[in-house]
């Protein structure tokens, strides 16, 4: 459960950090 915690925040993080390049 926690590496699927860990491999779903690198992807939100990574979705995230598209966003900000965007702004």
Partial sequence: AIDEI????KTFGK?????T???
């Fill in 6 to 9: 860990k491999e779903t925040n």
């Fill in 15 to 19: 979705i995230a950090g598209l966003k």
């Fill in 21 to 23: 390049e965007k702004n």
